[in-house]
Structure formats: structure tokens, C-alpha cells
């Protein structure tokens, strides 16, 4: 967690999240009181901790890496949008709104694979709950043919088997198969677990919901086990 997010964590009165993510947070909020909702309940969390502010509460609602990449930050401003509730502004009845910054999963799993978002890359996610599956395909396609380091959110569920190997299908037709391609289960975590492969056996890796898929563009290589994409010193200047 950033500095900033624990501090927030210990001035709050309530504390709203997955359950799952208060969990892994126990020895820092401790005795707080706490909201919890299961997997989808995004909707019903964010509702809880709107009440509980009006209801003159400082709340902390948590996420998973950062609030503000597929997250909960977005979903809480749209909803008082909707709603017509005043933010930051000292409206009688209104808010104040803080969006924190973490450290998201991307930016975690480059870390422990080495330097692979160094150039230009794109973000993903494989999970078409919110996002039609045409739209998805889309914008794999035009980020393989652009040659961009390609970052996978939500790559594979119980109930989404299939979408990972429609995306490796999708990147081939712009990558080699020997493209390198890094895997990073429970980031940070316990469970954190990290698998270097080629393009071309992705379908065999084993990837689930706590997986970020990271695919090399052109330019991307292995040394020592780690993954590297050159940002273009090397051409212009001499090293």
C-alpha cells in the first residue's frame, strides 16, 4: 500500500470493501468497523460507503492495487453524478471525495519481471462483464499491430476459460511466437508466483483471476531470467 492509504486507513471510522480485500488488510484496520460484499456487489459497496459519509462518517472504500485502474474510484464518482451529490465543493449535503493511489498490479508484476513496460504499452482486460467481447478483440488487435508491450487484466476465471487463448490467437497474428511473455500470480502476496514464457505457449501457462499477463512488443527480450523492453538508448547513444 502507497503512504497515503494507510494514513487514510487510520483516520477513518469505516472501512468498505470486498471481503476478501478486508482480509488481507486486518492487521491495519484492525477494530474498525468494517462493510463487507461479496464477488459483483461493486454497486452495493459503493452505496454503503456514500451512506456512511453522509451519515457523517470518515470512510475509506478499498480496492485491489489502485482505486483508479478497473477499480471502485471511477464507479464512486459516476454514482454521484448520478445522484447529484455535491464532491469537493463545501455544498451543504455534498462530499469530500479522495481518490488514493496504489500500487496496481501492472506496475507490481513489471517490477518482479524485470523492466517490460519501459516503452509504450496498452492495458487490457479479458473480462466482458462490462465490455462486449467484439470491443475486447478490438482493442487487443489494435494494440498487437501497434507493437505495444500488451498488459492483461483478468485473464482467465473458473467461468471464463476460453478468452486468453482468443487473445493469444488475436497477438499472433502481429507477434512472433517467440515473443516473451510474463506471468505474475499474487503480486506482493503469499501466494506470488512468477512464470516466464514464449507467445506461442501461453495457452499452456497457468493463469487465473490473481494472473497479470504482460506480452512483449518487438523489441522485448530475456536476460537472466528477467524481461526487458529497450525504450531505444542503446540506438542513440552509445553504451
Given at each position: 500500500m502507497s503512504g497515503r492509504a494507510c494514513q487514510v486507513l487510520e483516520a477513518c471510522d469505516i472501512v468498505v470493501g470486498y471481503k476478501t480485500y478486508l482480509e488481507l488488510i486486518k492487521d491495519v484496520i484492525k477494530d474498525k468497523q468494517t462493510l463487507a460484499t461479496g464477488m459483483t456487489r461493486e454497486v452495493d459497496r459503493v452505496q454503503a460507503a456514500i451512506d456512511a459519509a453522509l451519515g457523517g462518517h470518515c470512510c475509506a472504500l478499498v480496492s485491489g492495487?489502485?482505486?483508479?485502474?478497473?477499480?471502485?474510484?471511477?464507479?464512486?464518482?459516476?454514482?454521484?453524478?448520478?445522484?447529484?451529490?455535491?464532491?469537493?465543493?463545501?455544498?451543504?449535503?455534498?462530499?469530500?471525495v479522495e481518490v488514493v493511489p496504489g500500487i496496481p498490479a501492472l506496475a507490481a508484476g513489471a517490477a518482479l519481471l524485470g523492466a517490460p513496460l519501459t516503452h509504450d504499452f496498452a492495458a487490457v482486460s479479458l473480462s466482458d462483464?462490462?465490455?462486449?467481447?467484439?470491443?475486447?478483440?478490438?482493442?487487443?488487435?489494435?494494440?498487437?499491430?501497434?507493437?505495444?508491450?500488451?498488459?492483461?487484466?483478468?485473464?482467465?476465471?473458473?467461468?471464463?476459460?476460453?478468452?486468453?487463448?482468443?487473445?493469444?490467437?488475436?497477438?499472433?497474428?502481429h507477434r512472433a511466437g517467440t515473443t516473451p511473455v510474463g506471468i505474475v500470480t499474487g503480486a506482493m502476496r503469499d501466494?506470488?508466483?512468477?512464470?516466464?514464457?514464449?507467445?506461442?505457449?501461453?495457452?499452456?501457462?497457468?493463469?487465473?483471476?490473481?494472473?497479470?499477463?504482460?506480452?512483449?512488443?518487438?523489441?522485448?527480450?530475456?536476460?537472466?531470467?528477467?524481461?526487458?523492453?529497450p525504450r531505444g538508448?542503446?540506438?542513440k547513444y552509445e553504451i
Amino acid at each position: 500500500m502507497s503512504g497515503r492509504a494507510c494514513q487514510v486507513l487510520e483516520a477513518c471510522d469505516i472501512v468498505v470493501g470486498y471481503k476478501t480485500y478486508l482480509e488481507l488488510i486486518k492487521d491495519v484496520i484492525k477494530d474498525k468497523q468494517t462493510l463487507a460484499t461479496g464477488m459483483t456487489r461493486e454497486v452495493d459497496r459503493v452505496q454503503a460507503a456514500i451512506d456512511a459519509a453522509l451519515g457523517g462518517h470518515c470512510c475509506a472504500l478499498v480496492s485491489g492495487g489502485d482505486a483508479g485502474i478497473y477499480a471502485m474510484a471511477g464507479l464512486v464518482l459516476e454514482m454521484l453524478a448520478l445522484k447529484k451529490i455535491a464532491c469537493n465543493t463545501g455544498e451543504q449535503g455534498g462530499l469530500w471525495v479522495e481518490v488514493v493511489p496504489g500500487i496496481p498490479a501492472l506496475a507490481a508484476g513489471a517490477a518482479l519481471l524485470g523492466a517490460p513496460l519501459t516503452h509504450d504499452f496498452a492495458a487490457v482486460s479479458l473480462s466482458d462483464l462490462l465490455t462486449p467481447w467484439e470491443i475486447i478483440e478490438k482493442r487487443l488487435d489494435a494494440a498487437a499491430f501497434a507493437d505495444f508491450v500488451i498488459t492483461i487484466y483478468n485473464p482467465k476465471s473458473k467461468k471464463r476459460d476460453w478468452q486468453l487463448n482468443r487473445a493469444m490467437e488475436i497477438i499472433l497474428k502481429h507477434r512472433a511466437g517467440t515473443t516473451p511473455v510474463g506471468i505474475v500470480t499474487g503480486a506482493m502476496r503469499d501466494n506470488q508466483k512468477i512464470v516466464l514464457c514464449a507467445l506461442k505457449d501461453l495457452d499452456k501457462a497457468e493463469v487465473g483471476m490473481q494472473s497479470i499477463v504482460i506480452v512483449g512488443n518487438s523489441s522485448t527480450f530475456i536476460y537472466n531470467e528477467l524481461m526487458i523492453t529497450p525504450r531505444g538508448y542503446s540506438k542513440k547513444y552509445e553504451i
